[in-house]
Antibody, heavy 118, light 108 residues
Framework: EVQLVESGGALVKPGESLRLSCAAS????????MSWVRQAPGKGLDFVGR??????????EYGAPVEGRFTISRDDSKNTLSLQMNSLKIEDTAVYYC?????????WGQGTLVTVSS | ETVLTQSPGTLSLSPGERATLSCRAS???????LAWYQQKPGQAPRLLVY???KRATGIPDRFSGSGSGTDFTLTISRLEPEDFAVYYC?????????FGQGTEVEIK
């Protein structure tokens, strides 16, 4: 059974940094494209970014609102995906989902809440 | 970036009725790489359709996707009580991937 378990969500102040993690199991992590998708309270889905599997180049791509502030990385030896979020803004407040799929998002975690507030 | 616009914002229907949801792209989506998701309150989204018209594993055949280029449709032939939810389209044919803003299907 595919499992994606996010952790690291917290209440932080504007301008601060936060790192989210996602522990993956039930599939071959090193063969997977991994993504982060967020959802602000009461709002729609927003693509944060994704990282390809190493054999596809391991490249990353980000949505415009987070480009230059957020960094996605993966550790295939630990089946772990990370999201480093810097210079956080109030509008980054959201539930952050870890997800996997090549193009489509086939599996989703349950999400972790990040609240940015002064 | 490809902007996806979904309509209507809210669809009020009764169980047994047909639902037609629209997703329009700001530019043609390469190879019809368009997906639909269903999300219920407090849950993560679930993939329904990919490649514009292919049902994901385990999705009932009352859900069908169609369209090409810039105009896509998700049809639910006869609404079941469990189908009342929010639906999102997503394109993965261009960079970055993007989502529509969602259509809520509510009980009339």
């Amino acid at each position: 059974e595919v499992q994606l378990v996010e952790s690291g969500g917290a209440l932080v102040k504007p301008g601060e940094s936060l790192r989210l993690s996602c522990a993956a199991s039930g599939f071959t992590f090193s063969d997977a494209w991994m993504s982060w998708v967020r959802q602000a309270p009461g709002k729609g889905l927003d693509f944060v970014g994704r990282v390809k599997k190493r054999r596809d180049g391991g490249t990353t791509e980000y949505g415009a609102p987070v480009e230059g502030r957020f960094t996605i990385s993966r550790d295939d030896s630990k089946n772990t995906l990370s999201l480093q979020m810097n210079s956080l803004k109030i509008e980054d407040t959201a539930v952050y989902y870890c997800a996997t799929g090549i193009g489509t998002i086939d599996w989703w975690g349950q999400g972790t809440l990040v609240t940015v507030s002064s | 970036e490809t902007v996806l616009t979904q309509s209507p914002g809210t669809l009020s229907l009764s169980p047994g009725e047909r639902a037609t949801l629209s997703c329009r792209a700001s530019q043609s989506i390469r190879s019809n790489q368009l997906a639909w998701y269903q999300q219920k309150p407090g849950q993560a989204p679930r993939l329904l359709v990919y490649g514009a018209s292919k049902r994901a594993t385990g999705i009932p055949d009352r859900f069908s996707g169609s369209g090409s280029g810039t105009d896509f449709t998700l049809t639910i032939s006869r609404l079941e009580p469990e189908d009342f939810a929010v639906y999102y389209c997503q394109q993965y044919g261009g960079s970055p991937w993007t989502f529509g803003q969602g259509t809520e299907v509510e009980i009339k």
